[in-house]
């Protein structure tokens, strides 16, 4: 602090009455030589200091505002806001419990959950059988597995084969079961498909294919197994 | 000045009895003090409704909190500050015959006008230092803990204040 502004501290500090008797002395010295600081002095030793003419202003004022009923009136509107709130988000989960209940009776919440995440429980095995046409596959290269079609084979399946198959490699391919289907035909025995040269075949065989189904998937795979019979 | 007054010391009371008994109790020198800070009544009852509502706010949040009267001049000092600091940064000056339409006409002698133009042509922070200290009643060292500085600053604020008054009133006078 500079040496001024220690006096300017000491005339706030006789202006606020807080100065003691050693600091009204030193700054009564400095005042001497300081013709604002004397000026402060005078002002106070007169009772002219703004000071108190705030202070006296403060207990000269009748203004008595009441603000109770609006605070007030602000607070209850404020709970009263929150409380709507909970009773509107209190009716929307007893609205969502309700329709959850019902989707889960129904079994839709079932069907919706399969269509979302369809491999994350383990469906029911189910068996069908599916008698393809030899001819509806073509060979591809062993590379994923030794004797097996991969779904290159199935989606090339013509449609020309009939409708039945061609609805088959259709909904195999948009179908959820999708993945497990191309495994299941990898899987199967399919040496009966390939001549001796391993070259395709034109005999028709029936292939078992073996699904993991959901009851959905049943009705679908087993529509679609319906219809591939000849 | 009753600085160590302290709201939260009845527990047993809910946020909203508290914040009732606590706007009975301060309003209207809470009231007063803002529209001395801002000149202008209208607004400082929005400045005082806007401290006690986020009083409500914290006792809401914490209950077992203590509120002093201190944390509510402070508030109003900071909401004051900001005020004045918005209409200065627009450029707005009151125009001193408007000054007394602050305040009620029993209230408009000639000293108190010139007052109430003295101190607005105070800085934010000296007029903050001469509010709470010659207004509310604080002490140097009390201000300073509301206005987060040092005692010495305060005094020295009201210092120069005092100074900027002083030839103020004695242009218009």
Redesign the interface.
């Known amino acids: 602090?500079r040496n001024h502004?220690r006096y300017?501290?000491?005339?706030?500090?006789i202006?606020?009455g807080?100065a003691t008797f050693e600091e009204r002395e030193a700054f009564v010295a400095h005042a001497a030589d300081c013709a604002?600081c004397r000026?402060?002095l005078a002002?106070e030793a007169a009772g002219r200091?703004?000071?108190?003419?705030?202070?006296s202003?403060?207990d000269?004022?009748?203004?008595?505002?009441?603000?109770?009923r609006?605070?007030?009136a602000?607070?209850r509107e404020?709970?009263s806001k929150r409380s709507n709130f909970a009773v509107g988000a209190l009716g929307w989960a007893a609205a969502l419990s309700i329709a959850v209940n019902v989707a889960f009776v129904t079994g839709l919440t079932g069907q919706v959950s399969n269509l979302l995440n369809p491999t994350t429980e383990a469906p029911p095995i189910t068996s069908f059988g599916i008698r393809l046409p030899a001819q509806t596959f073509a060979r591809v290269p062993r590379a994923t597995h030794p004797r097996g079609f991969a779904l290159a084979a199935v989606g090339r399946a013509p449609r020309s084969a009939g409708p039945a198959l061609g609805s088959f490699s259709a909904t195999l391919a948009k179908a959820p079961i999708h993945e497990s289907a191309v495994a299941a035909v990898q899987a199967a025995d399919i040496s009966d498909l390939l001549d001796a040269n391993g070259t395709r075949s034109n005999r028709s065989v029936a292939i078992e294919i073996t699904l993991p189904c959901n009851d959905a998937r049943i009705a679908t795979c087993g529509a679609l197994a319906r219809d591939a019979r000849p | 000045m009753n600085s160590v007054y302290v709201l939260g010391i009845d527990r047993s009371l809910d946020a909203e009895a508290r914040i009732e008994r606590l706007v009975g109790d301060h309003q209207t020198k809470l009231a007063r003090y803002v529209r001395r800070f801002v000149n202008d009544a209208d607004l400082a009852l929005d400045v005082v409704q806007d401290v006690f509502f986020s009083a409500y706010k914290m006792l809401r949040a914490d209950p077992t909190r203590p509120l002093t009267a201190g944390w509510l001049y402070k508030t109003a000092t900071n909401h004051s500050i900001t005020y004045l600091r918005k209409k200065k940064r627009r450029g707005e000056t009151l125009p001193l015959e408007e000054v007394s339409s602050a305040f009620r006409t029993d209230e408009c002698s000639a000293v108190s006008l010139d007052l109430a133009a003295a101190l607005a042509s105070l800085g934010e922070e000296q007029l903050a230092c001469v509010m709470l200290t010659s207004y509310a009643g604080y002490s140097s060292a009390e201000a300073a803990l509301i206005l987060g500085t040092s005692a010495d600053a305060v005094r020295q604020r009201v210092c120069r204040a005092m100074r900027t008054m002083r030839k103020s009133l004695g242009e218009r006078a």
């Open positions: 602090m502004d300017e501290s000491l005339a706030g500090a202006a606020l807080e604002l000026q402060d002002d200091s703004p000071l108190a003419a705030v202070s202003a403060r000269e004022e009748t203004w008595r505002p009441s603000l109770d609006a605070i007030v602000r607070i404020k709970s």
